[in-house]
């Protein structure tokens, strides 16, 4: 299966995903292309580290935004993704996109969905809400991509301790290392594998062989 990865900043979700292509525990996937809309990420470094093609696509490059999404689409396109993964991702999706690719595009979001989602809500700023209301469990989720902001069915969750005293810096840290980096690379796996199945609710679940 080719796997276009989309990112806009640090690239630890990228990496987690590179890392298990290369140890095994994501099988039956290609990393096609990442996918950038900033030039400076260092996810884009990641990737010619690795051997994988690196596109940016920056807004700035274009006069409107219509321009722009074409441009991204056929990015997207010229990969011939069977899955895109959005990675830290911070574009609203074209709703082109998302009819194009129905179902084949997931996205990680810092948090256990519907808590802590939706506009505003990404990167440390999330992290900074959860400790503004003193909740006491948080996570990540990942979740396929609909035309709402965080609002598509949910594939893979991953509930994370918050600590007294933690900073919004420790505490992503600490989502992304005991959930994150872990069911991203689960979730990819199990579609690359076919272990994804819906139950009587309609609701997707991941399957072991
Ligand atoms: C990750 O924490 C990811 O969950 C979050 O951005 C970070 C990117 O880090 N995504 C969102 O907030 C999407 N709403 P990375 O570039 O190191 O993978």
């Not at 996109?97 to 990404?122: A, K, T």
């Not at 509930?159 to 919004?168: E, H, I, K, L, M």
Request: charged share 20%; net charge negative.
């Amino acid at each position: 299966m080719r796997v276009a990865v989309l990112v806009s900043g640090g690239g630890t979700n990228l990496q987690a995903i590179l890392n298990a292509v290369n140890d095994g525990r994501i099988t039956n996937v290609t990393i096609c292309g990442v996918i950038s809309n900033r030039p400076d990420a260092f996810a884009l470094q990641r990737a010619e580290r690795a051997g994988v093609p690196g596109i940016c696509v920056s807004r700035k490059a274009y006069a409107t935004r219509a321009e722009f999404e074409e441009a991204l689409l056929g990015a997207v396109d010229s990969l011939k993704p069977d899955l895109i993964v959005l990675a830290g991702f911070l574009v609203i999706i074209p709703p082109e996109m998302i009819r194009r690719y129905e179902r084949r595009i997931i996205n990680i979001h810092p948090s256990l969905i519907p808590s802590f989602c939706g506009d505003g809500f990404y990167g440390l700023h999330v992290h900074e809400a959860v400790l503004a209301r003193g909740v006491k469990v948080t996570g990540a989720t990942v979740h396929y991509v609909d035309e709402g902001t965080d609002t598509g069915p949910i594939l893979l969750q991953q509930a994370v301790a918050v600590q007294p005293g933690d900073t919004p810096e420790v505490l992503q840290r600490r989502v992304m290392e005991q959930a994150e980096w872990i069911i991203l690379p689960q979730a990819i796996d199990a579609i690359a594998n076919d272990r994804v199945s819906r139950d009587s609710n309609g609701n997707y679940f991941l399957t072991t062989d």
